[in-house]
């Protein structure tokens, strides 16, 4: 009889993240239980690959079972799954994707595909996914430094609605329709119209802020960026874009000296990178859904500034924080290779 797989606890399995989650799980050693974030979701019937499955109370007896804990869901639901997991014997890893741990002493920022070598954390440690923007970010500057010294950035960071989870895709779909419609707008997410607009702040009623989802952006971004050599930090603003899936970013990289978009472009590519040249499409959110890693292009010298350059870049936000996240609790698979990054 072969050995049981190790279990990979999901909880909110059916949100966006969650979601994104038990795909990339299913192809790992991992064996997936799903658990709801609330009451409600518990006993509902879904499928995986092609498999009906049930998912699961988010209780004692569930997560005691996992070798890794993922959480998925609302703050809420973290914080209950952290109480559960605190009173277990034997303790589950927990690799947090909501940032609700973030104040916890014990909790780490996490992202592997931009982690030195040889990275370790005391073994008692608690998981936090970084932003993926910040992520996004930091793949693209530490690679671009190889390039040349750089003296200054500026980052304009276009957020999807999926950032806000279903609920946010929800709205902004609910605010098209009724746009064309002439009907009154939903606005319980963005308390403004986010439709066919652009928006550098919510409204007042807004249960998050764009300037405290800015700030976590930097913190992450900063510490991500420490790790390798505290390489410059970009000056930065978050601008919520009517698009429901996926991160833009347009950059600003003053050098220097600039090396010339050939050797920008040799400096880039990479496993995680791919380097768009002016012969190509440059890369846009509707071409990067589900695929890994960052794409960047539409590289180009500033006209007004010899030392400078812009860069376009784009990526799946769901699909970098869940290959983060999946690659943070790989070694607990038992997998050959565990090590490797997404």
């Not at 009451?39 to 988010?58: K, N, S, W």
């Not at 859904?289 to 500033?302: K, L, T, Y």
Request: charged share 20%.
């Amino acid at each position: 009889m072969g050995s049981l797989k190790p279990v990979a606890a999901v909880v909110g399995s059916n949100s966006l993240l969650g979601r994104e989650l038990r795909d990339l799980l299913s192809r790992t050693p991992f064996q997936t239980k799903l658990i709801g974030a609330d009451e409600v979701e518990a006993g509902t019937l879904t499928e995986e690959g092609g498999e009906p499955l049930v998912i699961t109370a988010l209780d004692e007896e569930n997560l005691a079972a996992a070798r890794a804990v993922f959480l998925a869901g609302s703050a809420e639901s973290s914080g209950r799954a952290m109480e559960i997991v605190s009173r277990l014997r034997l303790r589950p890893m927990v690799v947090d994707l909501t940032n609700a741990l973030e104040e916890r002493p014990t909790a780490h920022l996490r992202a592997p595909v931009v982690e030195p070598a040889g990275y370790v954390l005391p073994p008692e440690s608690e998981h936090i996914v970084a932003h993926p923007a910040a992520i996004l970010l930091a793949l693209f500057l530490v690679r671009l430094g190889q390039a040349g010294p750089i003296r200054r950035v500026i980052a304009h960071v276009f957020e999807p609605a999926s950032e806000r989870g279903q609920c946010g895709i929800d709205e902004l779909q609910r605010q098209t329709v009724n746009l064309l419609t002439f009907q009154k707008l939903p606005k319980g997410v963005y308390d403004e119209q986010a439709a066919f607009n652009l928006l550098a702040r919510y409204g007042a009623e807004a249960p998050l802020s764009i300037e405290s989802i800015e700030t976590r952006i930097e913190r992450h971004l900063a510490t991500l960026l420490a790790l390798n050599g505290g390489i410059q930090m970009p000056s930065l603003r978050l601008i919520q874009a009517p698009v429901f899936h996926g991160h833009s970013v347009s950059l600003w990289v003053e050098f220097e000296a600039n090396p010339g978009v050939g050797a920008l472009e040799k400096a880039l590519a990479s496993a995680h990178i791919d380097v768009r040249g002016a012969d190509v499409e440059a890369p846009n959110v509707v071409g990067m859904a589900g695929q890994s890693g960052i794409a960047v292009g539409a590289i180009a010298a500033d006209r007004n500034d010899a030392r400078a350059a812009w860069f376009w870049v784009a990526a799946d936000n769901l699909r970098i924080a869940a290959e983060n996240a999946v690659a943070v609790a790989l070694p607990l698979s038992g997998a050959a290779g565990a090590e490797a990054k997404p």
